[in-house]
């Protein structure tokens, strides 16, 4: 589900009607199909995500031995056809696809690099809703990426942690990954007993099966952007617990950290309830964190609802930033990758929050030490040069400044209004870095091009100190 498909579903319907004018279709009975596109034109990631379909709802059963590194999956998409459809594709690197069926039927599969494509044996006209099942297998390779940091399924000693921000997700299951289309999920892992297996979301049933393995279901049922889809599996100490009433808490830790981080997973329902304040009601039925040894991952990432710290990275500001991530990012998901200052200028502003709140250290002053940093000036936060930028300095704490001057020119109450607004206006939902300018001069009554958007988003190089 999102914005994007729909918009190139509706040109495509447009173009087959210009083509249908122009004699340029044959001249068979009814409306012919066409494949539906092999990336959605991400200005980063040009082949991510696919045209022609929609997805509402993903259902992976995954079966994993960590003593060989093997997976074995089924995924069930559904999705809804954007146009005539006669063929479609799905992005997978890596893993052998055996069996494919759209409906039931068998479908024909073929593999170009990441670009899966499945031909149903009849064209999904406009408007058909439909699942696709394909079967895979095989030890999943993790992604390098364009600033050198690793993701996908990423192997452990007895397990493995599945991440995939921006394009890690395709290692482990096929899909349309790309932010702009998000759909609900359930997971399956089959894991040997013993071993804790983890994903998004709720716990809906667990049990014994075949092998002395165990198969544990987890349920995302609000919309997640595959790029925040998560597994992990493992050796891990658990706790469950509440948080806002009735949110259920489940904190997985490597079993030599659960001493040393104790006391920062007791703060978690604490946070969540202060960051509920201030940006409005949490966005998911289920959270936690999950603290893996260190090694494994080279940063923390938001996981939705189940956020991953290498054992390093889980400090206090990193807890505060993954959570606020709950709302912008998970919530309010960018459109596009060039949007992703709307996640981490706004994750970062929480730290600042944070700490103006908790540390007696002013936002004035976390501005003012990000103003005097040569490297946060490299680049406009709107427009990161390249794919091996869009996690640089400047996307986070430009992003955070862009933010602090905004609160500077409507006033304290203004942006607390706007900050909860902006989480409520695109919940569950995509957003440009458009939509976000839009939005906060709907909220101040006033055109903020020359006060801030101009110089402070969008401006090369650093300006006057204000
Ligand atoms: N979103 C993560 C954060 O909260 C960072 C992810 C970095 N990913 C990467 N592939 N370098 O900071
Ligand atoms: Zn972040």
């Keep these: ?13 447009a173009l087959a009607v210009l083509g249908l004018l122009a004699g340029c279709t044959p001249a068979t009975s009814g409306v012919k199909g066409t494949p539906g596109a092999a990336g959605l034109r991400d200005p980063y990631f040009p082949k991510l995500g696919n045209g022609g379909y929609d997805v509402s709802r993903y259902a992976l059963d995954l079966a994993y031995d960590p003593g060989t590194g093997r997976l074995d999956g089924t995924a069930r998409i ?4 954007t146009q005539d459809l006669s063929a479609l594709n799905l992005d997978l690197s890596g893993l052998t696809v055996g069996a494919a069926s759209v409906d039931g039927a068998p479908a024909a599969v073929s593999r170009a690099g990441d670009e899966l494509t499945v031909r149903p044996r009849d064209e999904l006209p406009l408007g058909r809703e439909f699942t696709v099942t394909v079967d895979y297998s095989g030890v999943p390779e993790p992604l390098t990426d364009a600033d050198g940091s690793t993701e996908g399924w990423l192997r452990s000693d007895d397990g493995a942690v599945a991440v995939g921000e921006p394009a890690g997700s395709m290692t482990w299951f096929p899909g349309n990954h790309h932010p702009s289309d998000k759909a609900v999920y359930e997971i399956a892992l089959t894991a040997p007993g013993g071993l804790t297996a983890l994903s998004n979301g709720v716990r809906v049933s667990s049990g014994k099966v075949s092998g002395g393995r165990v198969r544990t279901v987890w349920r995302q049922s609000e919309p997640m952007a595959s790029y925040l889809a998560t597994v992990m599996i493992g050796r891990y100490a658990t706790t469950t617990g509440t948080a806002l009433g009735s949110v259920p808490v489940v904190t997985a830790v490597e079993p030599g950290l659960v001493s040393a981080t104790a006391g920062l997973r007791a703060e978690l329902p604490g946070i969540l309830a202060r960051q509920q304040e201030r940006f409005g009601p949490y966005p998911f039925g289920a959270a936690g964190a999950v ?13 939705q609802t189940r956020p991953v710290f290498p054992a390093g990275s889980f400090d206090r500001p990193t807890l505060v930033h993954e959570l606020a991530h709950q709302w912008f990012g998970n919530s309010v998901t960018p459109e596009t990758w060039r949007d992703i200052w709307l996640n981490e200028g706004f994750a970062t502003y929480a730290e600042w929050l944070y700490a103006e709140e908790y540390g007696s250290v002013p936002a004035r002053r976390s501005f003012e030490t990000a103003f005097a940093e040569d ?25 955070a400044m862009v933010l ?3 609160r500077e020119a409507v006033g304290d109450g203004v942006f607390d209004e706007l900050l909860r607004g902006w989480a409520a206006k695109y919940r569950h939902a995509n957003a440009s870095t458009a939509d ?7 909220v101040a ?11 402070w988003l969008y401006g090369d190089g ?4 204000p």
Aim: charged share 25%; no cysteine.
């Design 1 to 13: 589900t999102g914005r994007s498909p729909r918009a190139a579903a509706s040109l495509a319907a």
């Design 78 to 81: 559904t999705a809804r056809a």
């Design 291 to 303: 603290v893996t040894a260190d090694g494994l991952l080279g940063y923390a990432l938001e996981t």
């Design 375 to 399: 490297a946060n000036w490299a680049f406009p936060p709107a427009d990161p040069p390249a794919a091996e930028n869009l996690f640089d300095p400047p996307v986070y704490q430009r992003g």
């Design 404 to 406: 602090h001057r905004l």
């Design 436 to 442: 976000f300018t839009a939005y906060a001069e709907s």
């Design 445 to 455: 009554g006033r055109d903020l091009d020359d006060e801030v958007w101009e110089v």
């Design 462 to 465: 650093r300006p006057e100190k």
